[in-house]
């Protein structure tokens, strides 16, 4: 019994590892297998590796114009995002804003907001404005849902710094601007970073307003395009996975770079007030 | 007030000003606005706009589609929550228990956390293929359809969404355990407890807070989710897999009913409220948040 409980969390630890490792795997497998072996199990490993998938991908598919929209839409989903959240997220941590309570809420409640319920309404609104099928309307729309959260992990990264600094600043006649300028910014560089990646992540990945706000190539983002990958005859399993493939690549790097941030930061995002 | 008092507020108002604007611009109105359509019958191709009063709501009180769509909704929901919370506490204290593999593992659950939903979505419905799909092959070789099956569709869908969410809690839970010192299970092991006891009395009740802010964000999400069944079976086959979000969009967008779908995406809107209030109460009482 006591080897039991010994070894049962080595027994979770592989199996978890396994179900994590091998789909991720899997996909990667499927993306270099050529296109006779891909329905045929077993064998489970191919015989040869090929990179046709992504030659196909790269050179006859729409996911590289569609890695491009999505690179500048999230790009600029997050300058947007940043230049409104930081000012406000600096008001709500260290200046009084009358009603801050309430307007904390309504920041927070507006994260929790169903995209299904706002996607007619912006719909009509984004085609009223001749935007539909344009970078702009998915930047918009993105904001909507990415401006509450960068300005709440934000007021949370601007509270760790020590308040000190900016009023012995205030005392040697620095304006708000100056303290934001030279002090608050420069110590919060790190969680603008953070915050920033995050909110690419989040621009990158979503998929229901990026779906229903294009229309052409003019605008669809990586997961639309992945999610309408054309298929005549059958489905070019292998071309989606190197798409799926190419597609994870942002992600991954964020992650990379994230890793001890991301563990760290999504229990401060949590439990912050 | 004093004139410096004044001035800070004026200062932050002037910050937080153009955010709120914004987000009143894309968020405020056309919430109001929702409600708006939703009282409306309309077709957008055929110009059609006539008021309906509450007469999409009153339809949908005896449609048994949406009857099925919120039942749907309720077996994701829970299922995916219950299931995400079970697994991500036992990855958590596995994590805690074991530093060999854990770098890896971390590395793995935020990968997955981290993908887009599509990507996930792509990847299950590979893994779940009748005849090529590593799901059959491991077991054994049944040529199950998962997804072309109306009574696997559900349980597969759920599946993968707790793959891919089931790392938010692993993660959350993990990092609550990293901030217990290491003084309490040092204490713990004195009085005589064991790893059981140890487990049930310090660390569970030590991940109790988090616990419950994890299961509100899951709740809210499940009951939210899109991307995952859209993409995976469209809500079908047969409609099993139709949630209030798949049926709102399908409404909406492709039978064209503007005033339709968006009376459910405000009976989707009210419900994720509801449950958002529900357990700011819980947590208030709980002391979890101010």
Redesign the interface.
Known sequence: MKRL?HAL??A???L??A??????F??LL?SFKPEAE?????P?LPTRLTLDHYRVVLEQSLIPRALANSFGIASLTTLLALA??V??A???A?????GKNL?LL??V??T??????????????LRSLGLRDTWMALV??H???A??LT?WLLAGFIREIPHALEESAAVDGAS?TQTLGRIVLPLLAPGLASTALLTF?FS??E??FAY?FTATEASRT???A??LFPGVYEVP?GD??AA?ML??LP??L???VL?RH???G??AG??R? | MTAG?RA??R??????A???A??LL??G???L??LW?SLQHRV?VFGIAEFAGLGHYAFLAQDPRFWSAVRTTGLFTVASVLLELGLGL??A???Q??P??RR?????????W??????T????E??Y?P??G?VN?VLGGWALNWLGDPRLALPAVILSDV?RTMP?VA??A???L??IPAEVYEAAQMDGAG??GTLRHVTLPLLR??VM??VL?RT?DA??A??IM??LTGGGPANATET??VY??RS??QMLQ?GF??A???I??AL??TV?WAYLRLLRREG???
Request: charged letters at 10%; hydrophobic letters at 65%; aromatic letters at 12%.
């Open positions: 409980v969390p080595d979770l630890v592989l978890g590892l179900a994590y490792a091998v789909p991720f899997w996909q499927t891909l329905l045929r199990l077993p489970l409104l959240g000012p406000a600096y008001g709500i260290r200046l009084a804003v009358p307007l309504a920041i409640g507006s929790a907001f169903p995209q299904i319920a706002t996607v007619s309404p912006l719909y009509l609104i918009l729309a904001t909507s849902f401006l509450p300005i708000t992540l990158w990945n998929f229901l229903t990586v997961p639309v992945l999610a399993w989606i996975a799926s597609a994870s992600p991954i964020i992650v990379l890793q991301l563990v760290r999504l229990l949590a439990v007030e | 008092q800070r507020r200062r932050g108002l002037l910050l937080v153009p955010a709120l914004v987000l894309l968020t109105y056309p919430s606005y929702v359509l957008p036992l990855v204290l596995a994590l228990a074991r060999r593999g890896l593992g971390l590395s793995l659950l935020l990968l997955a981290a993908m887009p939903a599509v990507v979505a792509k990847l299950f590979w893994l293929h005849s090529a590593l092959v793959w938010f993660i959350l993990y990092a609550r990293l901030s790893r059981l807070q988090i802010i994890a964000f809210l009951v939210r899109f991307d859209y993409v209030l979000t709102a969009y909406l967008f503007l779908g968006s459910i995406g405000m989707v809107f994720v409220m958002a979890v948040v101010t």
